[in-house]
């Protein structure tokens, strides 16, 4: 089984700015791709970002521009930088991940349990 433990969230006014980090562990052989998803209240969960390794890095539209998906491969760990953040913003942040472990053995989707992000004056 993966591990996902986020931190970084917290209260911060419009226009701020925040960093949100989750760090992977357990049974991993490599890692196929790393995420951020968020869930506002009385919403459907929606994809953030998404950064598979080699591969192209996907962001909802609502956030381009603003936030920057990033990862630390040596430490599997991957970052969430947020900009000019937004009372639409406001929602619990989900890290996730697909993994390998073992060479040609799939060990499915994770999520972690969430960390609050508000964006209020």
């Known amino acids: 089984q993966v591990q996902l433990v986020e931190s970084g969230g917290g209260l911060v006014q419009p226009g701020g700015s925040l960093r949100l980090s989750c760090v992977a562990s357990?049974?991993?052989?490599?890692?196929?791709?790393m995420g951020w998803d968020r869930q506002a209240p009385g919403k459907q969960r929606e994809l953030v970002a998404t950064?598979?390794?080699?591969?192209?890095?996907n962001y909802a539209d609502s956030v381009k521009g603003r936030f920057t998906i990033s990862r630390e491969n040596a430490k599997n760990t991957v970052y969430l930088q947020m900009n000019s953040l937004k009372p639409e913003d406001t929602a619990v942040y989900y890290c996730?991940?697909?993994?390998?472990?073992?060479?040609?053995?799939?060990?499915?989707?994770?999520w972690g349990q969430g960390t609050q992000v508000t964006v209020s004056s």
């Open positions: 357990g049974r991993i052989f490599s890692i196929i791709t």
């Open positions: 950064m598979p390794s080699g591969g192209t890095t």
């Open positions: 996730n991940s697909r993994v390998m472990i073992a060479p040609n053995l799939y060990g499915g989707d994770s």
